[in-house]
């Protein structure tokens, strides 16, 4: 197949597949090359005995853009091998503008353009060409894709796309600066001739500025540039294309360039001298006048900041950052008795000073302040003018002096000053002033535990202008007298239990008292003189401002009497020593009973009942531990029984959930009596203990009383087995007794102390508890029990 095209007055053939090969005959042995549809060629390799076949293969036709003849313009013409001209195949075309802007000619395959086509609206379109049979409209070739490119002519001129453009260079820049860059835009095709090749040149204002002629730099041409003298420049920049040949085409642009300042101006006073006049009486801070220093420059280049250089002492000066004004105001309050005229030397100096013009020109200025003070009637000044403290005792008469206030005229004529109190802070007149002297006394009685300060103002006036007046406060501490007896903190109420013995604290009592003296409250406590005769309680003086209550006697009986009333003597430490007698009520309960002043007994019934059951599950516990030491060696496992942990009150023996009562209730059931290898074997245990064993009686109290002897032998050799164990840590480690109090009478029932050997514990007290705890003394004290037995 070999397509051919024409474009304008050029005619191109080209040979998209070549073969050679003989007229009906096989091709020599040769390596042919073809076009694909993307335009590259694929090599074949030699292949003897093989006809290759002329391809249907597309690449590219051309044509010219801006066509203005009448006439479609013919463009190419496609054909297939297999057309031998008898009209009996069919050329179609699709794709970018089939049919609209190309034709085809169904029978020979040429192809027109019917429109005029421009290439930068659109530089290519993209085709498929195909080949069918007229009758059977079955396709005879696969379907190729071609492209037809418009070809370029300089029909556009360079446009200056950003403009018009504005740039900016620093005045006195030196000569070749680069201020900026402008840039043309060709339409043409860069890649055919020189259409699109832009050069740039400057039409307008090449004495100050150039521009580079490939890349449209504007550079400076001068280097000085003043900015002060002119502060912009308008150029023209011109940009040709075809490389600035004759009959190239050409745009141009307006360049705006601004030049930007730099320090190269200091600061100037306009003034040498500056008069200004101010009251006295105006407040510190108060502006006096204002300067300001000009400068040729702009921007931050006229930033600058002031300071006084003279006469600093009364005076400040401070920047206004808006107007760059000096602000001259008032450092110290001024006295016109004492200075009339003050004059002060302001600097100004410029913030951003550049380096390069820095040793040129001084870049300061200095100009005269004057400040003339004028006089002014005051009012009067207290002394001290931040307010007097007194003090005055609560105790002091009607009329007492508390204090004296002072203030004085300060102009020269030293007019007289009257004083007063205003009355909104002082409304009860508790106190009054002399008006003449400024002696303030009490006109009512003061209590300090009512108010201990009180904060009045005082008002000095001039005696013949009450314009001219001050004010000054004044705070009056009221100091403290022993006035107020001591007195019980609460209506105290205590119980005491019918089986109470002597020297049992019941109740600890405090007192209060509203007085407040510098060396702190020290009371004293005692029985009121009426309670000397009290032969049930007595009070004991803790030294600590507090006092407990005493049992003196036993055998309390709330049926005879159930209420004490204790009177309570109370005394402080004066000076003068005052005293108040409260009374302590005091409860007698039995403690089974469920009265709530009677709870402390049950209390303390529960915690012996509770720790008496912790000591015997600990025992139980040292003895399984040391059967068991042997293995947990050899195994190095902890093996330990659960501890629980009782850190509360407890039920008591009533208190079933907290642990297991069975432990309790087969007390004496130690299976170590049936072990031979873990101690002593049955015969060894008291000898009550083996007559129930075998079914054996009560034998009295004599031999309970010897048989719990041999019982506190024999607990002790085990617990002594036990601690001599080394193999793990004593379970009464993980034990806690916090209930029985710092005060308790009890003490401690810790096993840990119950049965040592050198333990002075004396337990004999258990055996008054009641019958509640009999059994519980027999263990600790069972000498009583024996002296009962006989």
């Given amino acids: 197949m070999a397509p051919s095209w024409t474009a304008g007055a050029w005619t191109l053939f080209a040979a998209l597949g070549l073969i050679s090969c003989c007229s009906f005959g096989w091709c020599e042995p040769s390596r042919t090359s073809s076009l694909t549809p993307g335009g590259s060629r694929q090599e074949q390799g030699p292949s003897s005995l093989e006809r290759v076949k002329r391809g249907w293969v597309w690449n590219q036709f051309f044509v010219v853009e801006e066509y203005t003849g009448t006439e479609p313009l013919y463009v190419g013409k496609i054909h297939t091998d297999s057309d031998e001209g008898e009209g009996n195949i069919k050329y179609t075309i699709s794709g970018e503008g089939a049919g609209s802007i190309f034709i085809i000619d169904e029978l ?57 453009y504005i740039g900016s260079v620093a005045e006195l820049s030196p000569i070749g600066t680069a201020v900026m860059n402008v840039t043309a835009s060709d339409a043409d095709d860069p ?16 004495k100050f500025f150039t521009v580079d002629r490939k890349t449209g730099t504007i550079m ?104 760059q004004e000096a602000v001259v105001s008032i450092k110290k309050p001024l006295d016109f008795e004492t200075k009339r005229t003050h004059s002060v030397v302001v600097e100004a100096v410029n913030k951003h000073v550049d380096p390069r013009f820095e040793d040129l020109v001084s870049f300061r200025d200095q100009t005269i302040v004057q400040v003339s003070v004028s006089d002014i009637d005051e009012p009067p000044i207290f002394q001290p003018a931040e307010g007097a403290i007194m003090e005055v005792q609560e105790d002091a008469k ?11 005229d300060p102009d020269g004529k030293n007019k007289p000053v009257r004083f007063s109190i205003d009355r909104t802070t002082d409304q009860e007149m508790i106190f009054h002033i002399d008006p003449d002297s400024g002696a303030i006394t009490l006109g009512k009685i003061l209590d300090r535990e009512t108010a201990g300060w009180h904060n009045i103002t005082v008002k000095a006036v001039e005696a013949d202008n009450h314009t001219m007046a001050s004010h000054s406060a004044v705070s009056i501490r009221i100091l403290d007298v022993n006035d107020n007896p001591p007195e019980l903190a609460t209506p105290y109420e205590a119980s005491v ?44 003086d803790v030294k600590d401002n507090t006092a407990g209550i005493w049992t003196q ?24 020593s005052l005293s108040s007698t409260g009374t302590l009520t005091i409860h007698v309960c039995g403690c089974d009973t469920g009265e709530s002043y009677c709870r402390s007994c049950t209390i303390n019934n529960i915690i012996i009942t509770v720790t008496f059951c912790i000591i015997l599950v600990l025992l139980i516990l040292t003895l399984k531990r040391h059967r068991k030491g042997q293995r947990m060696a050899e195994d190095e496992e902890d093996m330990r029984d659960n501890v629980i942990k009782y850190n509360d009150e407890g039920g008591g023996e009533q208190d079933t959930q907290a642990y297991d009562m069975s432990a309790l209730r087969n007390l004496y059931d130690f299976p170590e009596a049936k072990s031979c290898d873990s101690g002593p074997d049955i ?91 009999r059994q519980l003394a027999g263990y600790y004290a069972p000498g009583n029990l024996e002296e009962e037995g006989s």
């Avoid at 006697?553 to 309570?568: D, K």
Wanted: overall charge negative.
């Fill in 108 to 164: 020979t395959g040429d192809i027109h353009a019917t429109e005029r086509l421009d290439r930068e609206e659109k530089a290519s379109y993209t085709l498929r060409a195909q080949a069918r049979d007229r009758l059977s409209n079955d396709p005879l070739e696969p379907e190729s894709e071609f492209v037809i490119k418009v070809q370029d002519i300089n029909d556009s001129e360079p446009k200056f796309l950003e403009g018009p």
């Fill in 191 to 206: 890649t055919y001739g020189s259409s699109a090749r832009v050069v740039y040149s400057v039409l307008d204002g090449e």
């Fill in 220 to 323: 400076t041409a001068v280097a000085d540039l003043d900015r002060e003298t002119q502060d912009r420049y308008e150029l023209v920049v011109k940009a040709t294309d075809m490389a600035g040949q004759m009959g190239g085409l050409s745009g141009s642009t307006t360049v705006t360039i601004v030049i930007t300042d730099v320090n190269d101006n200091p600061p100037r006073f306009p003034q040498k001298m500056y008069h200004f006049s101010v009251s006295e009486g105006v407040a510190v801070g108060t502006p006096v006048g204002r300067v300001i220093a000009t400068d040729a420059d702009m921007g931050e280049n006229t930033d600058m900041s002031y300071l006084i250089k003279e006469g600093g002492d009364l005076f400040k000066v401070t920047t206004d950052v808006e107007t």
């Fill in 398 to 408: 009607v009329g007492a002096l508390v204090g004296i206030v002072t203030a004085r």
């Fill in 497 to 540: 239990c019918e089986d109470a013995k002597p020297g049992q604290l019941i109740h600890t009592i405090s007192v209060v008292d509203r007085d407040e003296p510098q060396s702190g409250h020290r009371f004293y406590f005692t029985l009121a003189p009426e309670a000397s005769s009290n032969r049930h309680f007595t009070l004991w």
């Fill in 553 to 576: 006697r036993s055998g309390f009986n709330r049926h005879e009497q159930n209420v004490y009333f204790l009177p309570i003597l109370v005394v402080d430490s004066g000076p003068p």
């Fill in 683 to 773: 015969r060894s245990l008291p000898q009550w203990i083996q007559a129930n064993r075998v079914g054996g009686g009560a034998e009295g109290p004599a031999a309970a009383a010897a048989d719990f002897s041999l019982f506190k032998g024999y607990i002790r050799k085990k617990v002594e087995q036990a601690d001599a164990d080394l193999s793990v840590p004593p379970y009464d480690s993980f034990q806690t007794y916090a209930f029985e109090g710092t005060s308790s009478p009890a003490l401690s029932l810790s096993s840990i102390h119950t049965l040592s050997t050198t333990s002075e514990q004396d337990f004999s007290y258990l055996s008054d508890w009641g019958p509640r705890f």
